[in-house]
């Protein structure tokens, strides 16, 4: 157990629908990355928010929008979805600003766009 | 998104075998990182490395950062049950996670 928490773990859901994936990072932790993992194009970094703030962007999709609540918890909303957005969707947290080696992630929401 | 060549795709091997995997990139890295993901879970570390020619240990692990930094090596040794997963490699130019680039895999089976 990572102690990185995310829900749901399953989901599906039409094309053309919104949703939205919840995730709870390990306590004490400030940054948050979304990464998206799919059979063609592998683990892919979507956003990371540290402290609230937008920290880096990576391959994000402007259908899609993240952030990062006081609580530090954070949301990844995808919108307007299509089948290809199909895929595991995982969040990782770190301690700070984020060095690589001190990201742990979370078990993933599977997203089944149908 | 760009990925990293990883090879073998997947490996059947015997328990007790040892196994090699190995991961190039066309760009050079200042940190290669190696994870495992088992089914119904995230990525988990198993080993970093941050200097050419580096090699280092987790117990039966080792990794190797390639000297000309556009490669590296995760070797097994008397590979187990408990070691079915895919590994996964990831180089990062920056240091940070937000600049990883992951490896497209490597999916293990050991038989008994």
């Known amino acids: 157990d990572s102690g990185v928490t995310q829900t749901p773990k399953h989901l599906i859901t039409a094309t053309g629908q919104r949703v939205t994936l919840r995730c709870s990072p390990r306590s004490g932790d400030l940054s948050v990355y979304w990464y998206q993992q799919s059979l063609d194009q592998g683990l892919q970094f979507l956003i990371q928010?540290?402290?609230?703030?937008?920290?880096a962007k990576g391959n994000i999709l402007e259908r899609f929008s993240a952030q990062q609540f006081p609580d530090l918890h954070s949301e990844l909303n995808l919108s307007s979805l299509e089948l290809g957005d199909s895929a595991l969707y995982f969040c990782?947290?770190?301690?700070?600003?984020?060095?690589?080696?001190?990201?742990?992630f979370g078990e993933g929401s599977w997203l089944t766009v149908v | 998104g760009q990925q990293l060549n990883q090879s073998p795709q997947s490996m059947f091997i015997q328990e007790g075998e040892d196994v090699s995997m190995n991961c190039t990139s066309s760009?050079?890295?200042?940190?290669w990182l190696w994870y495992k993901q088992e089914p119904g879970e995230g990525p988990v570390l198993l080993i970093a490395?941050?200097?050419?020619?580096e090699l280092t240990s987790n117990g039966r692990l080792t990794a190797q950062f390639g000297i000309t930094r556009k490669d590296s090596f995760l070797n097994i040794s008397a590979s187990i049950p408990s070691d079915v997963g895919i590994y996964f490699c990831a180089g990062s130019r920056t240091g940070t996670a937000s600049k990883l680039t992951f490896g497209t895999g490597t999916r293990l089976q050991v038989t008994l």
């Open positions: 490395l941050y200097k050419a020619g």
């Open positions: 760009s050079i890295f200042n940190t």
């Open positions: 928010y540290y402290n609230g703030e937008e920290r």
């Open positions: 990782a947290s770190s301690p700070g600003r984020g060095g690589a080696n001190t990201i742990y």
